[in-house]
């Protein structure tokens, strides 16, 4: 026991203001782990299904019970826009359940004002939600949101009939959109539209597809989605298809390569479970990773769709170990010898680990090679310059592509982590900073978004 940490955790997801001191500093100092770290912990739930749970509970018939919610500062973005859009919902943190009364795909309020944060999530789905919708509604984001892909989802909504006026520049937020229920006179949730079809780029963002797949059900007979981009990165996209049928609707067909097609339908289900977020759970296997210790999270499913499954098989790649247990979870050793080995990985299904990835690399003995992410330099920050400029200031060395990095093995030297308000930074490079001396971290508070106590975990493991 002298020589291993054992923290067993119940992460809770905490609203700003209930926050700890750690999280109340402008830098935190990650200290360096001596010894290896035995992790025990349960996760709440998944990101990406609970932005999707909300959406389509929120277009069901009903009253719908959400268990097991990630209240990040993204869920309550979500949540409060809904509330604007005049839907009627209530939260227990400490359950974490939510409960939202559906209206059939109606939109309750005729005219409304939300603000979708810097939530990417919540903006496409929202804003594609609202444009089949029977109203006339403005929505405003963050900066950061403004400078992050829409434009090719606002286009195709613009096809099918809504109208947008742009209140800064086109086809960003901030935005007023009209929706196509209120320009045809359509409020009746009985009358539905004729059958359509379009075509959609996702190469930028597989949300956009997500977000007509969901939304299209509410007013279209049927609409058929012809992808004409070169991604094919559709993890997410498999997940929607999944709670779709989960909510009610009978899924989604594909006529064809690169083609989906959604007839009209309903979602209606009483309660729903989210599953573990297991983009959360990854920062935990990485650190037992780099520090030769272990890491257990609870109830993550070995049928889980979720595209960042696939981060631990890269681990496996490195030299460590997975185990299932009967009683639900993973449990992830660290190479035997204490050596991970490097990698040369396309990562444009599981995109989040990319910077996850890149801050356990300089550990590797050879190169660590991350390919097929070109998307992610349009997400909260350049995620690959954020890599390539963060690994250098490290002192190691880093060469940048268009599409990705490659990271060299060597000793990360004392460094101020910069996060761009970047959630994923700042919890990825803190792994970097418990096997390397000096690594401090700025603007902890960012990792709200997402994970709101992230770094009163890391403390309770020393």
């Known amino acids: 026991m002298t020589n291993v940490v054992y923290g067993l955790i119940l992460i809770h997801y905490i609203i700003l203001t209930e926050r700890l001191v750690i999280l109340q500093m402008d830098i935190y100092k990650v200290r360096k782990f001596t010894r290896p770290v035995h992790i025990d912990v349960e996760v709440p739930g998944s990101k990406s299904i609970t932005n999707r749970a909300l959406l389509l509970a929120a277009m069901g018939s009903?009253?719908?019970?959400?268990?097991?919610?990630?209240?990040?500062?993204?869920?309550?973005?979500?949540?409060?826009?809904?509330?604007?859009?005049?839907?009627?919902?209530?939260?227990?943190?400490?359950?974490?359940?939510?409960?939202?009364?559906?209206?059939?795909?109606?939109?309750?309020?005729?005219?409304?004002?939300?603000?979708?944060?810097?939530?990417?999530?919540?903006?496409?789905?929202?804003?594609?939600?609202?444009?089949?919708?029977?109203?006339?509604?403005?929505?405003?984001?963050?900066?950061q949101m403004k400078k992050r892909p829409v434009r090719e989802l606002l286009e195709v909504l613009e096809d099918l009939g809504a109208r947008f006026e742009w209140l800064g520049e086109e086809y960003s937020f901030p935005m007023r959109v009209i929706g196509i229920r209120y320009l045809y006179n359509n409020s009746n949730s009985g009358n539905i539209m004729p059958e359509r079809s379009v075509k959609l780029n996702i190469d930028r963002s597989s949300q956009f597809l997500s977000a007509l797949l969901m939304t299209a059900p509410a007013l279209f007979s049927s609409l058929t989605i012809q992808l004409t981009g070169k991604r094919d990165a559709r993890s997410y996209v498999m997940i929607t298809e999944q709670m779709m049928k989960q909510f009610g609707h009978k899924g989604v067909e594909k006529p064809g390569a690169d083609c989906y097609r959604v007839a009209h339908g309903s979602y209606n289900i009483k309660e729903y479970q989210i599953e573990p977020d297991v983009s959360a759970a990854c920062y935990f296997y990485a650190m037992a990773a780099v520090t030769g210790g272990t890491a257990v999270v609870r109830h993550i499913r070995k049928d889980s769709l979720q595209g960042d499954m696939k981060f631990i098989s890269v681990l496996e790649?490195?030299?460590?170990?997975?185990?299932?247990?009967?009683?639900?979870?993973?449990?992830?050793?660290?190479?035997?010898d204490g050596k991970l080995k490097g990698v040369d990985i396309n990562m444009a299904d599981f995109s989040d680990q990319a910077l996850t990835l890149a801050a356990i690399?300089?550990?590797?003995?050879?190169?660590?090679?991350?390919?097929?992410?070109?998307?992610?330099r349009g997400q909260e920050s350049d995620r690959i310059k954020v890599i390539v400029n963060e690994t250098r200031r490290?002192?190691?060395?880093?060469?940048?592509h268009e599409d990705g990095a490659v990271i060299y093995p060597g000793l990360p030297k004392p460094a101020r982590i910069q996060t761009y308000n970047d959630h994923r930074a700042a919890m990825a490079f803190t792994i970097t900073g418990m096997a390397a001396e000096g690594i401090e971290i700025e603007n902890p508070l960012c990792c709200s978004k997402t994970f709101a106590g992230y770094f009163d975990v890391i403390e309770s493991l020393y």
């Not at 359940?97 to 603000?115: F, L, R, Y």
């Not at 490290?394 to 940048?400: S, T, V, Y």
């Open 394 to 400: 490290m002192g190691i060395k880093c060469d940048e």
């Open 62 to 143: 009903g009253e719908t019970l959400l268990k097991g919610v990630q209240f990040s500062e993204d869920c309550y973005v979500f949540l409060k826009a809904l509330e604007g859009l005049g839907f009627k919902t209530e939260m227990d943190k400490t359950a974490r359940t939510v409960k939202i009364k559906g209206m059939g795909g109606i939109i309750p309020a005729v005219e409304a004002s939300v603000d979708v944060g810097s939530a990417g999530t919540a903006a496409r789905f929202l804003t594609a939600f609202m444009a089949m919708g029977n109203g006339i509604y403005t929505i405003n984001s963050s900066e």
């Open 361 to 376: 690399a300089p550990f590797a003995e050879s190169p660590v090679t991350i390919r097929g992410v070109c998307h992610i």
């Open 317 to 336: 790649e490195m030299g460590c170990r997975k185990e299932w247990s009967s009683s639900g979870g993973l449990k992830l050793y660290a190479p035997e």
